[in-house]
């Protein structure tokens, strides 16, 4: 009998652990997505290259428009889980006669903090675990 309350109290306390490890919000990863494109691979392209060049330089491309099939658009953004903030850097290419004739790039990078915010910081800030901790700490 004593093995089945002590089985009954492991899983109890494996439960609760468990269900308080999900409780923390303060970790946020960060999240890069799209086309890393460094300056070496920018500074390959030349006008006048084909496609099969190109795409073999930078890879192929995230965006390709089917409305403009001579635009190739390579994006990068990166969401610091912390700051909440996105940084994003594109590089545009223009082929006529599949052959590259123009190359543009936001060499500032657009940055945009708190994007798409859904709580305010205030709803974000404390957790689960530290609203319990400061209503017993109000009641002494």
């Known amino acids: 009998m004593m093995s089945g309350c002590r089985l009954v109290l492991w899983l109890f306390a494996a439960l609760v652990f468990g269900t308080l490890t999900g409780c923390y919000p303060e970790y946020r990863m960060d999240v890069e997505q799209g086309n890393v494109v460094t300056p070496e691979q920018r500074a390959q392209l030349q006008l006048g290259m084909g496609?099969?060049?190109?795409?073999?330089?930078?890879?192929?491309?995230?965006?390709k428009d089917p409305f403009h099939a001579g635009r190739w658009d390579y994006v990068y953004s990166l969401?610091?889980?912390a700051t909440d903030t996105v940084d994003q850097q594109r590089l545009s290419l223009f082929f006529e006669n599949d052959f590259l004739v123009d190359i543009r790039h936001d060499s500032s990078g657009t940055t945009t903090e708190k994007l798409n915010s859904k709580a305010s910081n205030e709803a974000v800030s404390d957790g689960f675990l530290?609203?319990?901790?400061?209503?017993?700490?109000a009641a002494d």
């Open 79 to 81: 969401r610091d889980g």
């Open 51 to 63: 496609r099969r060049e190109a795409r073999f330089v930078l890879g192929s491309p995230l965006v």
């Open 130 to 137: 530290q609203r319990l901790w400061n209503q017993f700490r």
